[in-house]
């Protein structure tokens, strides 16, 4: 019930009026039935407008620090991503990809649309990293099909360290469902699981017009950050 009145009385129109979507490949969602959603993670945004402008309900996995924080505003920011449809997943500790894919079975398994992140996080940089291979885990195991999605604009209004995000046009595509029902029961397989996350990767690319870079977004951030570090200049010490 809340879900709804956000999507259409209270955050929905918001949406619509702040970022005036356009919206491209809309009828490749299934109108019933399991599917996978997966896209770019460019804005903290992204978490709002898909589901803002898709017909069905969509759930989708986030970090687990959206539902732990300390204090009332911890409790209500929490409250908030539960009653639009958000998954707390940890990803910390041996096990915790383990641990998302289930929860996102468990939502397929109700013939639900489930979205995900295939990197992980959001992009620091805009341009797109290599994919965690838990979105083919899903895919496989459940047996569905994987619609590729990318946001356009998001990154430009609200990128990393921006709180509130400036008005502005975002273009949302979605591409054509990836069927991989050609690798069944080979789940097991993570030559097969890496083979289908390029795949989905490679589209998301596509539709996106990101720059691809073969490495995951936390360890590029890293070496990005030390690289600054080692070009510092270094202060020269004052002679007393």
Avoid: W
Wanted: glycine content about 12%; some cysteine; charged content about 25%.
């Amino acid at each position: 019930m809340f879900y709804q009145l956000l999507k259409y009385v209270l955050l929905g129109p918001l949406l619509r009026l702040l970022f005036r979507p356009r919206i491209q490949g809309l009828e490749h969602i299934p109108e019933r039935g399991a599917a996978i959603v997966a896209g770019n993670h460019l804005s903290f945004s992204d978490h709002f407008l898909m589901p803002a402008i898709l017909r069905r309900r969509i759930t989708f996995l986030a970090k687990a620090e959206y539902f732990t924080g300390p204090g009332l505003k911890g409790r209500l920011t929490a409250a908030f991503f539960r009653s639009v449809g958000q998954i707390p997943v940890d990803r910390s500790g041996k096990g915790a990809g383990r641990a998302a894919v289930e929860e996102g079975l468990t939502v397929l398994r109700r013939g639900e649309l489930l979205g995900i992140y295939p990197e992980g996080t959001r992009s620091h940089d805009g341009r797109l990293y290599k994919g965690r291979v838990g979105v083919a885990s899903m895919a496989l195991e459940a047996g569905v099909p994987v619609v590729p999605c990318a946001m356009v604009g998001t990154f430009e209004l609200q990128p990393p360290g921006r709180k509130l995000p400036r008005p502005g046009p975002v273009t949302i595509r979605f591409g054509k469902p990836l069927d991989f029902s050609r690798f069944a029961g080979l789940e097991g397989e993570r030559a097969v699981l890496r083979a289908v996350t390029d795949e989905i990767i490679h589209e998301i690319m596509r539709l996106s017009g990101q720059e691809y870079v073969d490495m995951y977004a936390p360890d590029a951030k890293a070496a990005q950050a030390a690289e600054r570090g080692r070009l510092r200049p270094r202060r020269r010490g004052v002679r007393p």
